[in-house]
């Protein structure tokens, strides 16, 4: 697929959200304690808001429950972690506990090999990849909550 | 996962301070499909008669001059005096192609995670009119949900500013000192608008220039009739970063709002906004009807086609148009 054909595949896939759930895709990007990057937070939230999402930043440093509450509060579809680990585990624990397990996570990485090899249950997506980004819109138009 | 909510379920959820329900209801408010709309009206119907107690204060300026900042802490300094602190924004940056990027938290670490504050980013697709629509029902929101303090953040341009103006008690405009900007032009319409001015980033070796600018803008709107006697404009300086003067710009905010309630200035505000309120809805309303009937959208393309290729007159083409939604009556 060319590039082009890809991006017009992504914008489809938005309007087609935006006219079954009356806004478009939003995420949160946390950056849980003892992460760093603030750029590569920026950078995913650029990327994603180029594509169509609405996108939410995180204070540096919160705890997955903290992170939790701010999906919950600003009713996030989807949060985007910069890395799997501890906090994937335990922020879906905290949304749980909110009522709020049906919001995703998500880890916003290239795929690597090793990564692949950690199960399917948190979604690796490059924003770089558009083929990873359509791929997560298909998954959130069905299993995200019409409201 | 959370089930489908009722509009009773919206109704006692927000009445009961439920922050998820809360949250939920504003995304309805925020929503574009006309079933979430009708929902939204419902609700706002219902809960309308609990809201209104709050203080509900504007605050605007250029982009940089620290309006987040200062809102997380005038905001912690509110809930540790024991307010419940609501935080909205209104930015019309319309007809953009992509989505938008809320980072207003990133700014509030502090007040974000309180649990006396509620900040809600909402994303800036859409026009300014639809926008400080829902910022106005997202108001009576966070009213009906136990918020006595509402702040309402938005940029400094002109139109976005007046529509905050039209929704708010009080109207905070934040400045820098000495940005080299010529007093006439910028100043001239913020004075007009502005109940408070404070300078920040009175702090360390600005100190100085925050002062020299106080001087100015006394002088620039001692030279205005106020449009009360009730109240003159003060200019504080403060330093979102330090605290110094925070406490001083929310004392003259109580003060504004004790001395408007005296006169019962307040009040006749808010019957005024209302009415105006009224007749956006009636405005949107009916601009929505137009361009969503069926005949209006199939013509449409035809008639911008004719009107640049001359073969009509754009006050015909207009007529007709208008006759496919409304009755035209012939004038008398
Ligand atoms: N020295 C000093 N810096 C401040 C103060 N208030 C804010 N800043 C800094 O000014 C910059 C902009 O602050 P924000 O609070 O994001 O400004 P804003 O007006 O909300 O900006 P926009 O939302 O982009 O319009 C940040 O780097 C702040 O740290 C202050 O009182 N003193
Ligand atoms: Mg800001």
């Known amino acids: 697929m060319s590039f082009s054909a890809e991006t017009d595949q992504i914008q489809r896939e938005i309007d087609a959200f935006f006219q079954a759930r009356g806004r478009r895709p939003r995420l949160l990007i946390g950056m849980p304690v003892g992460g760093n990057g603030r750029r590569r937070m920026n950078e995913a939230a650029t990327r994603f808001a180029r594509h169509g999402f609405d996108v939410d930043i995180s204070p540096a440093h919160a705890a997955p429950r903290q992170l939790a509450r701010m999906a919950m509060e600003n009713d996030v579809h989807l949060v985007g972690l910069l890395s799997d680990g501890d906090a994937a585990i335990e922020l879906t624990g905290a949304l749980g506990d909110l009522s709020r397990g049906d919001i995703g996570i998500i880890v916003c990485a290239r795929r690597t090999p090793e990564a692949d090899g950690n199960g399917p249950e948190i979604p690796r997506i490059d924003p770089d990849d558009a083929d990873d980004v359509l791929r997560l819109l298909k998954e959130v138009m069905t299993t995200c909550p019409k409201n | 996962m959370p089930k489908k909510l009722t509009l009773q379920d919206h109704v006692a959820g927000v009445l009961s301070h439920n922050r998820q329900v809360t949250a939920r209801t504003i995304t309805m408010i925020e929503s574009a499909l006309p079933a979430h709309r009708r929902m939204a009206q419902a609700i706002i119907n219902d809960i309308i008669p609990h809201a209104g107690k709050a203080i509900r204060v504007g605050i605007s300026g250029v982009p940089g001059v620290g309006k987040s900042t200062f809102i997380e802490t005038l905001g912690m300094m509110l809930v540790e005096k024991g307010h419940q602190v609501a935080v909205l ?244």
Request: proline share 5%.
């Open chain 2, 89 to 332: 924004a209104v930015d019309p940056s319309s007809s953009r192609s992509g989505g938008s990027i809320l980072g207003d938290k990133t700014r509030m670490e502090k007040l974000s995670l309180h649990p006396n504050a509620f900040i809600r980013p909402s994303p800036s697709s859409g026009t300014l009119g639809g926008v400080a629509q829902r910022t106005r029902e997202t108001m009576i929101v966070c009213e009906a949900a136990g918020y006595d303090v509402v702040l309402v953040e938005t940029v400094g341009v002109g139109q976005s500013e007046t529509a905050v103006a039209s929704m708010v008690d009080l109207f905070l405009v934040l400045m820098l000192a000495g940005a080299g900007d010529d007093l006439q032009g910028i100043k001239k319409g913020i004075l007009e608008i502005a109940d408070v001015i404070a300078i920040n980033k009175a702090d360390g070796d600005n100190i100085e220039r925050a002062q020299a600018a106080k001087k100015d803008y006394e002088n620039a709107l001692s030279l205005m009739n106020p449009e009360t006697p009730t109240w003159s404009v003060p200019v504080l300086t403060c330093s979102a970063k330090t605290m110094d003067g925070i406490e001083d710009v929310w004392n003259r905010i109580l003060d504004h709002r004790r001395k408007f309630m005296e006169t019962g200035e307040l009040a006749e505000t808010r019957r005024r906004q209302d009415v105006a309120w009224m007749r956006s809805l009636v405005e949107q309303e009916l601009k929505d009807r137009f361009f969503n009937n069926p005949d209006v959208k199939q013509r449409w393309p035809e008639m911008v086609r004719a009107v640049e290729n001359g073969t009509i007159s754009p006050t015909l083409a207009a007529e007709k148009l208008l006759s496919l939604e409304c009755e035209v009556r012939p004038s008398p």
